[in-house]
């Protein structure tokens, strides 16, 4: 057993719980942590998070809802200072593409003198099976303010091997890694594999930010989930990320996987069983 010890900021998201049984299977011990844990982690509450650190050597940290909320460079900011205090050597953090908060974000821990990697990931696959997607792939109708814009979709278990790799593997310290799927697709691409995949006829629909916006709202979203959800769809989903990159290559020596894959083992899960 190596007596190093991960911080895991995140333990029950969709990369944290990923990344802590990846890391726990390599022999590492880890902290994990979340609003739910003992101690508990809350990023609204930075009083509690000195005694989180206590002991570790290392973190992957994963900022909710995402770095690219105006919050979150005063919490990473904050965070990288406590870190410090702590003692904790290496940071990796999980970041977003083609977003200018996260890039602020990043900075931060780039420019601390600390040891770091920052993970830059591409829409998760996962999204339709973990995520805010489910939904509609189970009612066979997504309805989205997509449009025809090409995203390389990436599957999460790639994302948490390379967060493993980069708190595991010395040389690779001190790099971003871009990491996506090895094809552009469409939401509606997605949802049309999906459809094959399952055997389930699913309907996709373009709809307009304002609509969907409404739709979140009824559903009583927070107002920085609505506030994300705009920058994604009206931003960050302009064209800007329309092409793959070798991130995943290149920390793991083997392309990344693709969303057919992704959309098989999702289904082999079991991800989109009837409720019934």
Known sequence: ??????????????????????????????????????????????????EV????????VCFQPDLAVPDAQQ???????????????HIVLLSGRGEEGAQSAEQLLINSGLSWNVVRASWFAQNFSEGFLIEGILNGHVALPAGDVLEPFVDVD????????????????????????PELLTFRDCVEILSQVTGKAI?????????FLQVLR???????????????????LDGRNSHVTNG????????PTSFQEYAVKAKNTGAWNSRD
């Open 75 to 89: 919490a990473i900011a904050e965070f990288i200072r406590q870190a410090k205090l702590a003692r904790i050597s």
């Open 218 to 236: 009824q559903q009583n979203m927070p107002q920085e989930v609505l506030w994300l959800m705009k920058e994604l769809f009206t931003v960050v």
């Open 53 to 60: 650190m206590q002991g570790c050597q290392s973190a992957y």
């Open 203 to 211: 309907n996709f629909t373009s709809i307009s930010v304002d609509h």
């Open 248 to 255: 995943v290559e290149a920390v793991l020596g083997r392309l």
């Open 1 to 50: 057993m190596n007596l190093h010890t991960c911080l895991i900021v995140g333990k029950n998201g969709k990369t944290g719980r990923r990344v802590n049984t990846l890391i726990t299977e390599a022999g590492y011990v880890t902290r994990a942590v979340s609003l739910s844990s003992v101690p508990s982690f809350d990023w609204q509450n930075p009083a509690g998070w000195l």
């Open 158 to 181: 790639d994302i948490a091997e390379v967060a493993v790799a980069c708190l595991t593997k010395p040389h690779l310290k001190n790099q971003i890694f871009e990491v996506t799927g």
